[in-house]
Nanobody, 124 residues
Framework: QVQLVESGGGLVQAGGSLRLSCAASGRTLSTYTMGWFRQAPGKEREFVARINWSGGRTYYSDPAKGRFTISRDNAKNTVYLQMSSLKPDDTAVYYC?????????????????WGQGTQVTVSS
């Protein structure tokens, strides 16, 4: 069993930055692909970014490209999402998740463990 806890969310003005963290306990994340998703009110959960076990490969959704950076510190069992140039459309609850396999892409069904989420609100 693994527990994921996100932190770092908050209220920020448009154009600002936030860094989200996802800390794991219970089991190591170091051999797993990890992802970040988000869900805005009234919308489906959507893929934001993922990172392979070593951190050597990263993938982003189109809205995240060029503004968000996913990274990980396996020694700390933590995954990060650095967000910059934030827009009001980025307002959502952000979740980290552990992929079931290394082939996981952007489908939420490909991830088995999820955190409780952290709220990000971007004001205009």
């Amino acid at each position: 069993q693994v527990q994921l806890v996100e932190s770092g969310g908050g209220l920020v003005q448009a154009g600002g930055s936030l860094r989200l963290s996802c800390a794991a306990s219970g089991r190591t994340l170091s051999t797993y692909t990890m992802g970040w998703f988000r869900q805005a009110p009234g919308k489906e959960r959507e893929f934001v970014a993922r990172i392979n076990w070593s951190g050597g490969r990263t993938y982003y959704s189109d809205p995240a490209k060029g503004r968000f950076t996913i990274s990980r510190d396996n020694a700390k069992n933590t995954v990060y999402l650095q967000m910059s140039s934030l827009k009001p459309d980025d307002t959502a609850v952000y979740y980290c998740a552990r992929a079931k396999t290394s082939r996981a892409a952007g489908n939420a069904d490909e991830y088995d463990y999820w955190g409780q989420g952290t709220q990000v609100t971007v004001s205009s």
